[in-house]
């Protein structure tokens, strides 16, 4: 309560991101939150829905970043930021990214949500199809394997997959050695 107290007090009871006064709540900025006021953002229901991936995103609700980013709060810069940055499709987006400042130590903040981000998600094989846990592969190029001393042939298959944290990856056995596979060189089986 003392947080949404500070957030209310520091944001005049609207979104930091759009300045909507409708369903308000505190957001924790990841990857990693204190859940100190330095550390969240109040933000509307709307804005949470589509940053939660809840809801489509909404180009043109987003130009308001335009205002946010310039605003003196490390967090709310971190949250203009990221969503400028998931937006940079959109000249207007590329153009405010070029034209935001801030410090160092915010901006890796900021850029260390985008690739916590781009971590998450399903591992795909070659041709995009997504693997679980369990999964055989093929692979469809030679592999050398670093400090195993053999190469994994094309056409090899590796029976009983294991997905690790980064999605470009997998485990499996090539040989009779546990080993890591760039999901990229993989085809379902």
């Known amino acids: ?30 990857p990693t939150s ?3 006021a330095q550390q969240c953002v109040y933000i509307c229901g709307t804005c949470t829905a589509q940053i939660n991936g809840d809801s489509a995103l909404d180009i043109n609700h ?10 003196q709060e490390p967090a709310v ?16 987006a590329q153009d405010a990214l070029e034209m935001i400042y801030m410090e160092d130590d915010v901006k890796t ?4 949500g985008i690739a916590a981000a781009e971590r998450e998600g399903p591992t795909r094989d070659s ?7 369990g999964d055989d592969v093929t692979l469809i190029k030679d592999l050398k394997v670093k400090g ?7 056409g090899t298959m590796v029976r009983g ?9 997998i485990e499996g056995k090539v040989n009779g050695t546990r080993i890591v596979l760039v999901s990229a060189y993989l085809k379902k089986a």
């Open 109 to 112: 903040w900021a850029e260390q």
């Open 127 to 133: 041709n995009g199809t997504e693997l679980q846990d």
């Open 34 to 36: 204190d859940l100190s």
């Open 148 to 154: 195993a001393n053999f190469t994994a042939k094309q």
């Open 77 to 92: 810069q971190v949250m203009s930021y990221r969503m400028l940055h998931k937006l940079s499709s959109e000249s207007w």
């Open 1 to 30: 309560m003392p947080t949404e107290n500070a957030l209310k007090a520091r944001s005049n009871t609207s979104c930091e991101l759009c300045t909507s006064t409708d369903s308000l709540t505190v957001f924790p900025v990841p």
């Open 62 to 71: 987003w130009r308001c970043l335009n205002d946010s980013m310039w605003n």
């Open 161 to 169: 997959i294991t997905l690790t944290d980064n999605p470009e990856h």
